[in-house]
């Protein structure tokens, strides 16, 4: 079983995924991260690749991406560091879902089905390509993602029709990213009650998929509202601001994950 339906079938709530850019704030920072988000409590992880020319990223993601590429990260070197992550994580953390996060230029550069292949190799569960129409993944990758065992995660907006989400939640198999409001990724401040409507209009809708909803979600309020709608949520951008700075790596981890779970 993928380690993205394993977590959903064995937790049903206030599951923690959290955001960073690969190569940020140093280019070999990743494994440090995912050792300590994992060992601090964290569910899920998502890892950016970053990109020179993103859609849905805010000021912070999108700096992030910057200090990254300026690190020299590319997706050939993030393969390199990601391998034999797996064995490398305690017994207790080896199904911990990974998630790789970016955009489909790079992608298409590195080859889908390589791209696929590679990442199936190393043990990760699902992707999430925020510029890739369903329609031309149905048509033309989705027979790659799945000979892979990759899950494509889509994303659904407040502006998503029902009939969309429908058609979403009829051709996904890992869980449907909730695009909280109408913006760029970013923290926010609290949630308002046209975004409560949205949350609770989604949930009614009793989509077979389980929903992580994402952009806007910051601390410890905001983490706990959006799981009375959803099965848990995604952090980005305040964790990206947690970690940039000079300060010691691991604990600005520790104290960041604990700011949310308590």
Same mark, same amino acid.
């Given at each position: 079983m993928n380690r993205i339906n394993k977590l959903f079938k064995e937790n049903k709530n206030n599951i923690l995924s959290v955001y960073f850019t690969a190569g940020f704030p140093q280019l070999n920072d990743t494994t440090t991260i995912i050792n300590e988000l994992k060992n601090n409590g964290v569910d899920m992880i998502e890892i950016g690749m970053p990109f020179s020319d993103p859609l849905a990223d805010g000021p912070t993601i999108q700096?992030?991406?910057?200090?990254?590429?300026?690190?020299?990260?590319? &997706?050939?070197?993030?393969?390199?560091?990601l391998t034999n992550f797996r064995s490398n994580l305690s017994t207790a953390n080896r199904e911990l879902p990974i998630i790789l996060m970016g955009y489909l230029n790079p992608i298409l550069q590195y080859g889908i089905d390589r791209f696929c292949k590679d990442a199936s190799a190393l043990g990760i569960d699902g992707v999430i390509i925020p510029d890739l129409p369903m329609l031309e993944y149905l048509d033309e990758y989705k027979k790659i993602f799945e000979k892979y065992g990759l899950k494509n995660i889509f994303l659904i907006t407040p502006q998503t029709s029902e009939n969309r989400i429908r058609l979403i939640d009829k051709h996904s198999n890992g869980f449907i990213y909730m695009v909280s409001s109408a913006s760029t990724t970013g923290a926010k401040e609290g949630i308002g009650k046209g975004q409560e409507n949205y949350f609770k209009r989604i949930k009614a809708m009793k989509l077979k998929n389980p929903v992580m909803i994402g952009f806007g979600i910051s601390d410890h309020t905001t983490f706990s509202k959006a799981c009375e709608y959803a099965n848990g949520a995604i952090i980005g951008s305040a964790f990206i601001k947690a970690i940039d700075n000079k300060n010691d790596l691991r604990k600005?981890?520790?104290?960041?994950?604990?700011? &949310?779970?308590h």
């Amino acid at each position: 079983m993928n380690r993205i339906n394993k977590l959903f079938k064995e937790n049903k709530n206030n599951i923690l995924s959290v955001y960073f850019t690969a190569g940020f704030p140093q280019l070999n920072d990743t494994t440090t991260i995912i050792n300590e988000l994992k060992n601090n409590g964290v569910d899920m992880i998502e890892i950016g690749m970053p990109f020179s020319d993103p859609l849905a990223d805010g000021p912070t993601i999108q700096h992030s991406s910057e200090v990254a590429l300026v690190n020299g990260m590319t &997706i050939k070197l993030l393969f390199k560091q990601l391998t034999n992550f797996r064995s490398n994580l305690s017994t207790a953390n080896r199904e911990l879902p990974i998630i790789l996060m970016g955009y489909l230029n790079p992608i298409l550069q590195y080859g889908i089905d390589r791209f696929c292949k590679d990442a199936s190799a190393l043990g990760i569960d699902g992707v999430i390509i925020p510029d890739l129409p369903m329609l031309e993944y149905l048509d033309e990758y989705k027979k790659i993602f799945e000979k892979y065992g990759l899950k494509n995660i889509f994303l659904i907006t407040p502006q998503t029709s029902e009939n969309r989400i429908r058609l979403i939640d009829k051709h996904s198999n890992g869980f449907i990213y909730m695009v909280s409001s109408a913006s760029t990724t970013g923290a926010k401040e609290g949630i308002g009650k046209g975004q409560e409507n949205y949350f609770k209009r989604i949930k009614a809708m009793k989509l077979k998929n389980p929903v992580m909803i994402g952009f806007g979600i910051s601390d410890h309020t905001t983490f706990s509202k959006a799981c009375e709608y959803a099965n848990g949520a995604i952090i980005g951008s305040a964790f990206i601001k947690a970690i940039d700075n000079k300060n010691d790596l691991r604990k600005n981890i520790r104290q960041f994950v604990e700011s &949310i779970l308590h």
